[in-house]
């Protein structure tokens, strides 16, 4: 049997907002006392597309800060950036050559962001899900908490494993990892649009509440949310065909760590002006002392900075333990 073990990735990004918030980070926080978990900063994966290396850089602090500022412990998880510990990238080499091309063609996440012209996308886009799948096993996580959109990536990284298990009669070397998916909010939507993600690439800042926000904006940008005509209602099923409804109850709910139908009892039958002065009190109240904390970690990049290199030296050590076995699974031999 593998031993339980915890291993989630965030992309670097500035600015990070509630959705990131409430899909991930929260839930890192709460599995970090349940399990040994491993968080990953996956700057190899945002260069799939191109980056500024200057905001790379910012990006890559900024998601550090956030993560410490949310309240993960640095001493008791291991959180490093994805390419200080190199054998993700040579497990992710070897993983090209188990999964099939097949496969990634399938990835619906790689048709959206290659667009309509997928002839131009990078090999790197392609090919991402076995870099993520080799970020998952180098680790022989067995537990993987993500958004709903990363299902078909996790379901990847089991085929990966199963058939590098079966091609090496090795047993079962690798995992067969189960994805952590929160149960009150999987995806938190735009606040203009209860139909997409929350979303920092979203042209208009009134989608999103960004983790930097103060009060003022916080409380302007949940008035202005959209929402529909009707009272809240006291059912779940009151809540099909209202995506816009459905967000900002399971936003509340996952901000007071409450179910939905808990939310329901509350403010069903009332309107959403009600539920809005709550809604915003509870983000202003979570959100506020995550923000100051990341502005003012923010000011010392050395702590930051040695946050990440000692996350990365015991990351390595596993990662490196770990593939010199799947070299000699293979037949490879590493004279360094
Ligand atoms: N693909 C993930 C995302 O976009 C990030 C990621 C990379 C990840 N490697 C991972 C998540 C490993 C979980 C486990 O959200």
Redesign the pocket.
Known sequence: MHKKRV?????PTGNLHLGNYLG?IKNFVELQNKFECVY?I?DL?AITNHQDPKDLKSNILETIATFIASGLDPEKNIIFN?ASVSAHSELAWIFNCVARIGWMNRMT?FKEKAGVNKENASVGLLV??N??AA??LIYK?TH????E??KQ??EL?RDIAKKFNNDFKCGNYFPIVEPLIPKEISRVMSLRDGKKKMSKSEDSDQSRINLKDDKDIIDKKIKRAKTDNNPIPSEINGLENRDEAKNLISIFASLNGIKVSEVLKEFGGKNFSTFKNKLSESAVEKICPIGNEIKKLLKDKSYLDQILETGAKRADLIAKNNLKEIYEIIGLTKFT
Do not use: E, K, N, R
């Not at 291993?7 to 992309?11: D, R």
């Not at 993987?144 to 958004?147: H, S, W, Y």
């Open positions: 291993f989630s990735g965030v992309q991930a990953c996956v994966h994805q996440q991402y899900p870099l993520m970020d998952i996580a993987v908490p993500v958004g959109d990363q990536h996790l990284t």
